[in-house]
């Protein structure tokens, strides 16, 4: 499910990470997207605290930092989000959907998906201005 308040995804949808930050390999728990994945990608503290609340501070500042180097979604359509991305160096495009449901597409061109925390979707992406097709299948 994409999320979305006055049509702006609350979660970014799409965003590069250095491949320093995400192990590809490793899967995570459940919580891992927003305790380890997100704080990680937007070098912020954690986001859930121990006692498993939401750091809503911590959360909105990261939204706002992935967001604002995210993808620009300039088309969303039934099943399929499309936009461009500015990417200052080659990376990881992050995708916050499901890996086994989705189909990446960079510049035209269809790409191999990898598997992100043992269920998201992510893929190779090299540094320039893509635009980017995401289809839900």
Known sequence: KLYLIENKPLLPVAFVANKSVLNLNENYPGKAYLNEIFPKAADCDDVILSNGMVNT?????????LNASGIKITDISGSKISGTIDVTEDGILFISL??????????????QEVEIAGYLCGAHISAGTRKIEIKLH
């Open 98 to 111: 499901p890996y086994e449901d989705t189909q990446v597409k960079i510049d035209g061109k269809n790409v």
């Open 57 to 65: 501070e911590e959360l909105i500042s990261a939204v706002e930092k």
